[in-house]
Structures are given as C-alpha cells and as structure tokens.
C-alpha cells in the first residue's frame, strides 16, 4: 500500500523542482524589471515591499499551479509558467499608469501603492490560472 501510495513520488518531485525553478526566476527577472530594490527593502524592513512582492508572486504561482494541473508534461508546464511571468510583468507596467511614481512609493513604505500592485498582480494571476485551459 505504502509503495503504491509512492509510485507518484518521481513525478511528484519532477514538477515540485520544476515550480521551484520557475518561481526562482520569476524572483530573478521581476526583480529586475521594477524600479525598487525588493530585497534591500525586505531587508531594511520596509513592509510596503514585501507586500507588493508577496502578492505578485502569489500572482504568478497560480498560473503554474494551474500549469501543473492542466499541463501535458514538463516542458509544457514550463512554456505556461514563462507566460504567467510575462502577464505579471505586464501587469506591473500597467498597474503604474495611474500611479506613476509607485516604486518610489513602494520604496518610501507607503501602502496603498503597494496594495494596489500587490492586488493587481494576484487578480491577473486569478485571471490567468482560469484561462489555462487546453
């Protein structure tokens, strides 16, 4: 029984790895693209940060979960993860149209700003797990 129960072990870890590299370079190339120092920030304790990061990606990890889910095999899953990265870029561009000094403000700890992303960022990501289907 115990072995049976484990027979899905080996998939199980190919595509756990496969979602840890992907938020791993989610992490990397987000970070890059907007204009403030999300780690620095975390580290000086800035919570406006963390929050906005926080959020974005819980934005991108629902489209991979759902990549996971829906996904024909590995490589499959890893085109539907960089598409999920792409639509949170987008998103963060997007959501700086009403408010064009976000990443100062981000960076300055105010809230709102980084609310407003954060939850941006988690709708788009909703929006795009939903529309994944094959």
Do not use: K
Not at 65 to 87: E, F, G, T
């Amino acid at each position: 029984m115990i072995l049976q129960s484990l027979a899905g072990l080996p998939a199980f870890l190919v595509y756990f790895c496969t979602a840890l590299v992907a938020v791993l370079a989610y992490l990397f190339v987000y970070t890059r693209v907007t204009h403030h120092d999300e780690f620095q920030l975390i580290r000086d304790n800035v919570p406006s940060a963390a929050i906005a990061l926080g959020l974005s990606l819980l934005g991108f990890v629902l489209p991979v979960v759902s990549a996971i889910a829906h996904s024909a095999n590995v490589v499959d899953c890893l085109i539907w993860s960089a598409i999920a990265l792409i639509v949170q870029i987008v998103v963060y561009f997007m959501v700086r149209i009403p408010v064009p000094n976000l990443s100062a403000r981000i960076a300055a700890g105010e809230l709102a700003p980084a609310i407003w992303l954060g939850l941006a960022s988690l709708a788009a990501g909703a929006l795009n797990a939903a529309s994944m289907i094959y």
